[in-house]
């Protein structure tokens, strides 16, 4: 899969509420005070996809959450977009 499938995949799913979050994610999300609304606007709004060999994850960066801050989300995709963690830059 490409970096621009991805990134595709991802806007498609995210607009139709369509992906899971991990237990890790919503770890990290309850940490960082992100709601899922800021999840899917930064799935949205996300300008690249960079694929991490080592977790075997996709980083998608560049988007933003609910309030314009930059929110980097790590997604693995499989038969569904799952949301494995994410955090502020």
Request: hydrophobic share 45%.
């Amino acid at each position: 899969m490409t970096a621009g499938e991805v990134l595709k995949r991802v806007l498609q799913d995210a607009r139709r509420n369509q992906f899971d979050i991990r237990p890790h994610a919503w770890s990290r999300m309850n940490q960082r005070g992100v709601t899922v609304a800021d999840l899917r606007a930064a799935m949205m709004s996300a300008k690249s996809a960079d694929w991490d060999a080592t977790q075997e994850t996709w980083r998608l960066s560049g988007g933003t959450d609910t309030d314009d801050a930059e929110l980097v989300v790590c997604v693995a995709v499989e038969w569904t977009v799952a949301v494995v963690t994410v955090f502020l830059e």
